[in-house]
């Protein structure tokens, strides 16, 4: 679940807010109680953690998105600007058109090889992330089965000994 920061603070209290709730007319000072344990805190703020990382991811990739495209232009552009300068240089030196037209060939197969080697890599970085997230979906599983039988084993302890 996302949500905003926003609505994060509205649901819970700043620290200068929750200084509001100490009461001062008593001789000890008092304090609201927003958890009952140390395992609530880890959770909330953990919670908020993820959730701030979730959000804003897209953001990251795009950022790095919009850099990497721009840097496949920048090297785009090189070629389209030396263009001119290279045809008037290749065209003095009077190449056979068999020797081009072969010189074609070559490079089409070794573009065409190339092509073929990104969507081979392609396939499989998301073989790969699939394959993480299968995995991770498993140890969750097994890690909600195993903090299950813990709870129920220290369940069953309890009542032994309270016979």
């Known amino acids: 679940m996302q949500i905003s920061d926003a609505k994060a603070n509205d649901l819970k209290k700043s620290e200068w807010e929750s200084l509001a709730d100490i009461d001062l007319d008593k001789n000890k000072i008092q304090t609201v109680k927003k958890y009952s ?4 805190i880890w959770k909330d703020n953990t919670h908020k953690l993820i ?4 959000y804003q991811t897209p953001t990251y990739l795009q950022a790095y998105s919009q850099v990497h495209a721009e840097f496949l232009h920048s090297i785009d552009n090189s070629f389209g600007t030396y263009y001119i300068w290279q045809k008037q240089h290749f065209d003095k030196m ?3 058109q068999k020797v081009i037209n072969a010189y074609e060939k070559l490079c089409d197969s070794g573009t065409n090889n190339i092509l073929e080697l990104m969507n081979a ?10 394959l993480i997230i ?7 599983n097994y890690l ?3 903090t299950d039988m813990c709870g129920k084993t220290m369940s069953f ?7």
């Not at 299968?134 to 969750?140: A, H, L, P, V």
Request: charged share 25%; glycine share 6%.
């Open 37 to 40: 344990s140390v395992c609530d």
């Open 51 to 54: 959730t701030k990382i979730e």
């Open 94 to 96: 009077g190449i056979n």
């Open 121 to 130: 890599y392609a396939n499989y970085k998301k073989f790969q992330a699939d």
């Open 134 to 140: 299968d995995y991770m979906k498993i140890g969750n």
């Open 144 to 146: 909600s089965w195993w």
């Open 157 to 163: 302890w309890n009542s032994q000994l309270n016979r």
